[in-house]
Antibody, heavy 118, light 104 residues
Framework: QVQLVQSGAEVKKPGASVKVSCKAS????????ISWVRQAPGQGLEWMGW????????NYAQKLQGRVTMTTDTSTSTAYMELRSLRSDDTAVYYC???????????WGQGTLVTVSS | DIQMTQSPSSLSASVGDRVTITCRAS??????LAWYQQKPGKVPKLLIY???TLQSGVPSRFSGSGSGTDFTLTISSLQPEDVATYYC??????FGQGTKVEIK
């Protein structure tokens, strides 16, 4: 069965970086993209961007351009999302999901809480 | 960027009621639209893709329609387990702000 398993919770100081991983299993990793979505406490879903697991092409939300980098490691079927220059309003649950460019998100990771606090 | 606007932001209805949520795109997006359900404290779940195709395993009381800029999610007979926040999303782009559905 398809599974996306994310790395554990992180606590970071303002200005630091965080890198969240998303390990996929149960399907051919390079046949689908991986998207990242975050949700601040009590808020709605915010799309962060997408990466093709086939060729590494990316599409980032304009708001995060310059601070976010999405990568994949096809040898381990793992996607990564790195967010730099963290601020308190980056505190959120970060989700990876399968799909993105021309399809919906049919499978989701369990979420990773990133807390930014001094 | 294409903006997605949902209405209403919240609603309260009785069990068995027909519930309709609308989503408007700031420009035409063909049928590249999905609907998600998120229950409190849970991971979002795909309900509808390609504007009107029901995801496998989703109850048939959920349906979607629309194309271009205007879309609708309908719950034909609201059930207690449908209490959740519903989001529309244009593929590879942002989400609507969400519609919180409660039981009256």
């Amino acid at each position: 069965q398809v599974q996306l398993v994310q790395s554990g919770a992180e606590v970071k100081k303002p200005g630091a970086s965080v890198k969240v991983s998303c390990k996929a299993s149960g399907y051919t990793f390079t046949s689908y993209g991986i998207s990242w979505v975050r949700q601040a406490p009590g808020q709605g879903l915010e799309w962060m961007g997408w990466i093709s697991a086939y060729n590494g092409n990316t599409n980032y939300a304009q708001k995060l351009q310059g601070r976010v980098t999405m990568t994949t490691d096809t040898s381990t079927s793992t996607a990564y999302m790195e967010l730099r220059s963290l601020r308190s309003d980056d505190t959120a649950v970060y989700y990876c999901a399968r799909g993105g460019q021309l399809d919906a998100f049919d499978y989701w990771g369990q979420g990773t809480l990133v807390t930014v606090s001094s | 960027d294409i903006q997605m606007t949902q209405s209403p932001s919240s609603l309260s209805a009785s069990v068995g009621d027909r519930v309709t949520i609308t989503c408007r795109a700031s420009q035409g997006i063909s049928n590249y639209l999905a609907w998600y359900q998120q229950k409190p404290g849970k991971v979002p779940k795909l309900l509808i893709y390609a504007a009107s195709t029901l995801q496998s395993g989703v109850p048939s009381r959920f349906s979607g329609s629309g194309s271009g800029t205007d879309f609708t999610l309908t719950i034909s007979s609201l059930q207690p387990e449908d209490v959740a926040t519903y989001y529309c999303q244009k593929y590879n782009s942002g989400f609507g702000q969400g519609t919180k559905v409660e039981i009256k």
